[in-house]
């Protein structure tokens, strides 16, 4: 039986779950496999681990302009150096597991295990191919250190295939699949069905709003996007998911008090996405890479909302470029733009169009081809 090791990390939520994607293709495909997740840094230093994954969660909630400095800076110079050294360090004790599994093949959804094997596959201690998946549409280049001992990449679009083939990566390796979503969007849905069990109406367009994790004037602004929208047009119900953020359905409820509002649906959390996604007609979020790509798979234009400084700021301008989504920036009139955007329907027809340029509903199945499929 062959074995497959898939790491992570949990610094956002992209990271799992595209390993998470990945391991249900394997396991469906090729049952005959064993795979194994496993949270890379939890697994070297749980101490480390604890206070940098809360460290980030803070600073994207609270103060998301230093985690963009942090990001920038670790592109190059100190603290680039700083991470790449640390990562090389606490390889040793990844090196325990790696012997211990003795995996086939190893896949990575975080730079960090990427880094890890890489050094350990240079320091000759290890040797099996190592499959890399970038998780945002912008690349970062701590996720090309070592990689002259990376098999395969697989990156969200063209343009970083590119991106990487520039950096003297071999165009072998590089594989333009998109980021792994998960096997349920693939499906087919229902429509009537979910409509009834969501109390919707046919007759309507939807708008699925994802409110995102925020606070202070990031929610501010949030509930202000949904106000407006949810009051543009009687033709258009708003499903809104507080995603178990009690003061923002606390600012949906009010909302939907004060003015009286029967269009809008609001969720606590939900585990239908994908068929909600299914029956929508716009989604509004937050660009990660793993809610951007699940959009693209099911062909929705979106409108973009307080995007974390980093990676998150530089998904919402790819896709402002690509005529996929709207941003709605800080000095922006927020009523204005919402009216502008949703009574051109000429220009929501284009951007759902666009989609269908970047959309990979099948990138799980497609990274597990390749990987399996190709002779190293």
Known sequence: MKKILIFYASYGGGHLSAAKSVESVINEKYPDYETKLVDCMKYVNKGIEKITTAAYRGMAKKAPWAWGKIYNASQKGVIAHISTRSNAMMAVKLLKLLRSENPDIVISAHPFSSQMCAYLKRKGKINFPLATIMTDFAPHDQWLVGHEYTEFFFVAHDKMRNYLISKGI??????????????????????????????????????????????????????????????????????????????????????????????????????????????????????????????????LPMIIINPIAGQEEENAEFLEEKGIGIWMRKDDNIKEKIENLLSDTEKLANMKECTKILAHKFSSYDIIDIVFNTKN
């Open 170 to 299: 071999d165009e072998s390796k590089v594989f333009a699949t998109g980021i792994p979503i998960s096997i349920r969007f693939t499906k087919e849905y229902n429509r009537a069905e979910i409509l009834k069990e969501f109390n919707l109406k046919d007759n309507k367009k939807t708008i699925l709003f994802f409110g995102g994790w925020n606070s202070g004037s990031a929610q501010a602004r949030t509930l202000k996007i949904f106000d407006a929208l949810a009051n543009y047009s009687s033709n258009l119900q708003v499903v809104a998911i507080s995603a178990r953020n009690k003061k923002l359905q606390e600012g949906y409820e009010k909302i939907v008090k004060e003015k009286n509002l029967e269009n809008v649906t609001i969720l606590d959390y939900t585990t239908k996405v994908p068929e909600l996604m299914s029956i929508a007609n716009l989604v509004v979020a937050k660009p990660g890479g793993l809610t951007t790509s699940e959009s693209l798979a099911m062909n």
